[in-house]
């Protein structure tokens, strides 16, 4: 009897067994596998996309998602195009340059609403309040780069010519502006403008910033692109893609989640000191959502346009390739 009843339960617990494999081995399928490449670093700048991983957004989507950071040698865009990666981070201007290439590549999402790109000043010596204002002034910019192309865009619209500024080539080393060679230098305002000008504010400088679109200067900055592809073959993932990484924006500008959401940037970020990355998450508020209607993720087509027309005008690219088409809007919703 004994050898009965040992016989059955080896029996049941070998096919609990089997079902239990089974069972691990259909959920692990149903994750679907992708990769998002970042534009830039791990840092407040990616906070939402950080968010929604570490909180288990894009698992409830029945995604398993890989975040690997960006840099000047990983253009997302390109890895899309040779199947490295499904997703990833770009600026308007690299997403025109692509299309105008022929590079079959879509916007899904535009994660800042308001450009971060702006120029830090010292207040206690200068004052730029107009355009005009930007006469006789060394100004800070990486040529090539669309920094460049905004500021030129801004002193062409205020009419004043090369002789009556000075350029001045940008590194990474913030010296020259320290040493005040420079009178305004260009910045993100939410993660290099909160360090430098925290540093100033330290040593009693105030500090001030110059920023393009209070000046009719719309150009977009990060936004999340996908292949023509990876849409047409698989909506469904797109789609869940889209919705679980908004969400992850959504939920890590809350203040209430103020605290999670720095300690999801402090494990990548473990320089930054933790009252800076609080102060760069609330500057980060204000160009994702600047207004509490805005949409986070909302694609904003005149100033997709607009970036358009001024790369044009800049010779960026040698003719239209009406971006607009190419701006999925309905993923956000």
């Avoid at 089997?18 to 407040?44: C, E, H």
């Avoid at 929604?52 to 990983?74: H, N, S």
């Avoid at 060394?138 to 619209?157: C, S, Y």
């Avoid at 999670?260 to 508020?285: F, I, K, N």
């Amino acid at each position: 009897m004994k050898h009965s009843t040992d016989t059955l339960l080896l029996a049941i617990a070998f096919v609990v067994w089997i079902v239990a494999g089974l069972w691990a081995q259909n959920a692990a399928a149903s994750d679907a596998a992708v990769t998002y490449r970042l534009k830039w670093l791990k840092n407040m700048s990616t906070v939402g996309d950080l968010f929604a991983l570490r909180q288990g957004y894009f698992r409830e989507r029945g995604l398993d998602v890989t975040i690997k950071p960006g840099g000047p040698e990983r253009d997302a865009i390109r890895e899309l195009e040779l199947g490295y990666a499904q997703f990833g981070v770009a600026s308007a201007d690299q997403v025109i340059r692509a299309l105008a290439k022929g590079a079959p590549v879509i916007v899904v999402a535009q994660l800042f609403q308001v450009n971060p790109l702006q120029w830090i000043y010292r207040r206690d010596r200068i004052s730029v309040e107009t355009l005009t204002d930007l006469k006789g002034k060394t100004l800070g910019v990486t040529f090539g780069k669309n920094d460049e192309i905004i500021m030129r865009t801004l002193l062409a619209r205020a009419q004043i010519s090369d002789a009556q500024v000075r350029l001045y080539s940008v590194r990474l080393d913030y010296t020259p502006f320290f040493k005040g060679v420079v009178d305004l230098w260009p910045v993100y305002i939410n993660t290099q403008g909160v360090e430098i000008g925290g540093r100033l504010a330290s040593s009693g400088e105030p500090v001030g910033y110059f920023n393009p679109d209070d000046h009719g200067v719309r150009f977009v900055a990060n936004s999340v692109v996908t292949s023509q592809d990876m849409a047409v073959r698989h909506p469904d993932i797109v789609r869940n893609f889209v919705q679980a990484l908004l969400k992850g924006w959504r939920q890590a500008l809350r203040i209430d989640n103020g605290s999670l959401a720095v300690e999801a940037v402090r494990q990548y970020d473990r320089d930054s000191a933790l009252h800076v990355l609080q102060e760069q998450l609330q500057a980060t508020r204000s160009i994702v959502q600047p207004t509490p209607r805005s949409v986070i993720g909302a694609i904003d087509h005149t100033a997709w346009q607009e970036t358009e027309n001024i790369m044009l005008q800049h010779r960026q690219i040698a003719k239209p390739v009406t971006v607009i088409k190419y701006l999925r809007a309905d993923m956000v919703r």
